[in-house]
């Protein structure tokens, strides 16, 4: 069964860099699957931030899209999100998930970044 | 801009049927969108409840079902019980090829 687990700061200052890891077990990124990353502001909904499918094709959400990079290192099989130029707008709870059309999709129990100066 | 919507809220009475609805700002939802429905209290992650238009998650009580209904994306919980009580999301794969998804803003489901 595969295991996804987010980690990174929990505290960012504006204009910073946020970087996250996910990483995964029980499962190799490489074998298959969109992984992605969602966010979720508190109190309000979820956001798509964007995917990588297994063969290293990126996509991001558009509003997002000029700050966001995501990656993976195959030999730790960890997927990564830097969001660049952060403000207090990008305080929210990040998931990592792996997803795909026909499949359940398996959630990351999420990291809270913070952005406050 | 393309939005999904839901409604914001919903209330059932245990055992009774609710069905919630997920939209399209511009065009109708089908199959093609592979609908995905989850479910998420507070402090948790989401979890899966549908995925691919009408496929229950593994574990999920076959009360919970998906649809398409007229040009929405459907979920109905048939004989609800105070557990279902949640916040549930949908979300449309809105290009295959990219893999980029759209989620809706979520239905507060009460049940009382």
């Known amino acids: 069964q595969v295991q996804l687990q987010e980690s990174g700061p929990g505290l960012l200052k504006p204009s910073e860099t946020l970087s996250l890891t996910c990483s995964v077990s029980?499962?190799?990124?490489?074998?298959?699957?969109?992984w992605a990353w969602i966010r979720q502001p508190p109190g309000k909904g979820l956001q798509w931030i964007g995917s990588?499918?297994?063969?290293?094709?990126?996509s991001y959400n558009p509003s997002l899209r000029s700050r966001v990079t995501i990656s993976v290192d195959r030999t730790k099989n960890q997927l990564s999100l830097k969001l660049s130029s952060v403000t207090v707008a990008d305080t929210a709870v990040y998931f990592c998930?792996?997803?795909?059309?026909?499949?359940?999709?398996?959630w990351g129990q999420g990291t809270l970044v913070t952005v406050a100066s | 801009q393309t939005v999904v919507t839901q409604e914001p809220s919903f209330s059932v009475s245990p055992g009774g049927t609710v069905t919630l609805t997920c939209a399209l700002s511009?065009?109708?939802?089908?199959?093609?969108?592979?609908p995905s429905w989850f479910r998420q209290t507070p402090g948790q992650p989401p979890r899966t409840v549908i995925y691919?238009?009408?496929t229950r998650s593994s574990g999920v009580p076959d009360r919970f079902s998906g649809s398409i209904l007229g040009n929405k994306a459907a979920l109905t919980i048939t004989g609800a019980q105070a557990d279902d009580e949640s916040e549930y999301y949908c979300?449309?794969?809105?290009?295959?090829?990219?893999?980029?998804?759209?989620f809706g803003g979520g239905t507060k489901l009460t049940v009382l």
């Open positions: 979300v449309l794969y809105m290009d295959m090829d990219s893999g980029s998804w759209l």
């Open positions: 990588m499918y297994y063969n290293g094709r990126t």
């Open positions: 511009s065009g109708s939802v089908s199959t093609r969108h592979y």
């Open positions: 029980g499962y190799s990124i490489s074998n298959g699957f969109y």
């Open positions: 998930a792996r997803v795909a059309a026909s499949a359940s999709t398996s």
């Open positions: 691919s238009t009408n």
